[in-house]
Structure formats: structure tokens, C-alpha cells
């Protein structure tokens, strides 16, 4: 059974950071392409970041561009989020995805709230 | 705001077919084989239900299919069901964005 399981959120000030985990089991994480898509409360969905397999090429949407930055650790079946200089408008529900091609995302996470208020 | 544009909603009786649109442009959709569709049942994660414009992933009904035709793209539902009623979303790659895009999001409501 495919599982992908998201930590690490929760409630953080405007400018602060925080660093989600997503560990993954049930598939062959380190030939993986993997994604995190965010959600917005009663909003639709926001592609956020992804990564190669090896790690070696890592794409942000330009809106977190300098501020996020996706990881990976194969040895451990872990992809991360690293969000500094947060905002309101980050305030999302965060999935890891796996991407099984070009941005087709089959396996997803049940998320993990992210709250920037002061 | 999204570059994919879809219709807020759609509605039809159990058994009728609707269909959802997704209209982008030349950066996206018109140039791009890798157009999917995702399903979102309330409160849950996003399921993946095309892939690569027509494309339906092992345990998708063929109740589901997808197409394209210049910077359009659209998913048809045949034999509404009951829960089918969900939120539905497009994605698609942006070569000007160098980014991948979703959707507004379209939710489908069975009468």
C-alpha cells in the first residue's frame, strides 16, 4: 500500500519558518519525481515545487521562488519543504505528491495545515 | 489567478452526461500533451483521474475521458452518478510560467 505522510505544519508568525516532511513507502521513492501542491481554505489547487529523483533538478513556482526550497532524502523515503519568510497568503493545506509524469501526481498525502497570522 | 479557466460549476440528473472545460492558451494547453484531471471528494487529497489529455489511471471508470483540441481542453462524465459530485480541476504545463498550472476548479453538482 502506496502511503505518503506530511508533517511539521501548524501555526507560524508572518516572516517565520517552518519545514515540512512527507515520508513515503509502498513505491520506489528514489526513482520518484516528487511534488508538494498547496491548497488555500475554500480555494483551488496551487502547484508549489518539484523535484528530480536524484535530486539534482528542483523547479519552484515563482511566487515562493527565494523563500522555499524542496529536498529530498532517498535514504530515508523523505521529501521536505523548507518555507522561510512566510506570509498570509501561504496560509495553505500542503500535500506531497508523487509525480508519475510531467506533473501527473497519482499518490497524494492527506496534507498538513499551514496557518501565518500574527 | 489561475491561467487555466474552468466553469464554476456544472450540474446534471443521475445517468446524463457533463462535460467540464478547461481553456488556456499557447504557452499551456496549446502546445502540451500532458493535460490531466483530478477528482476531489470533500475533505480529502486530489485523485488523479486523466493523465496525458485522454488517459485514465488502473481503477478509473470509463465513465471518465479526457480530450484537447487547440487551447482547450475538456473532461466528460457519462452515467452521473451520485458520487461523482465533487470539485474538478485541469492541469497543464506552462512553458512561459516554466511552471505547472491547475485549474480554477469546476464542482460538478448531481440533482
Known amino acids: 500500500e502506496v502511503l505518503l505522510v506530511e508533517s511539521g505544519g501548524g501555526l507560524v508568525q508572518p516572516g517565520g519558518s517552518l519545514r515540512l516532511s512527507c515520508e513515503a513507502s509502498?513505491?520506489?521513492?528514489?526513482?520518484?519525481?516528487m511534488s508538494w501542491v498547496r491548497q488555500a481554505p475554500g480555494k483551488g489547487l496551487e502547484w508549489v515545487a518539484n523535484?528530480?529523483?536524484?535530486?539534482?533538478?528542483?523547479n519552484h513556482v515563482d511566487s515562493v521562488k527565494g523563500r522555499f526550497t524542496i529536498s529530498r532524502d532517498n535514504t530515508r523515503s523523505s521529501l521536505f519543504l523548507q518555507m522561510n519568510s512566510l506570509r498570509a497568503d501561504d496560509t495553505a493545506v500542503y500535500y506531497c505528491?508523487?509525480?508519475?509524469?510531467?506533473?501527473?501526481?497519482?499518490?497524494w498525502g492527506q496534507g498538513t495545515l499551514v496557518t501565518v497570522s500574527s | 489567478q489561475s491561467v487555466l479557466t474552468q466553469p464554476p460549476s456544472v450540474s446534471g440528473a443521475p445517468g446524463q452526461r457533463v462535460t467540464i472545460s478547461c481553456t488556456g492558451s499557447?504557452?499551456?494547453?496549446?502546445?502540451?500533451?500532458?493535460v490531466h484531471w483530478y477528482q476531489q471528494l470533500p475533505g480529502t487529497a486530489p485523485k488523479l483521474l486523466i493523465f496525458d489529455i485522454n488517459n485514465r489511471p488502473s481503477g478509473v471508470p470509463d465513465r471518465f475521458s479526457g480530450s484537447k483540441s487547440a487551447t482547450s481542453a475538456s473532461l466528460a462524465i457519462t452515467g452521473l452518478q451520485a458520487e461523482d459530485e465533487a470539485d474538478y480541476y485541469c492541469?497543464?504545463?506552462?512553458?512561459?510560467?516554466?511552471?505547472?498550472?491547475f485549474g480554477t476548479g469546476t464542482k460538478v453538482t448531481v440533482l
Open positions: 492541469q497543464s504545463h506552462d512553458s512561459s510560467l516554466n511552471s505547472y498550472v
Open positions: 509502498g513505491f520506489t521513492f528514489s526513482t520518484s519525481w
Open positions: 499557447s504557452s499551456n494547453i496549446g502546445t502540451s500533451s500532458y
Open positions: 523535484i528530480k529523483e536524484d535530486g539534482t533538478v528542483k
Open positions: 505528491a508523487r509525480d508519475r509524469s510531467w506533473g501527473a501526481t497519482d499518490y
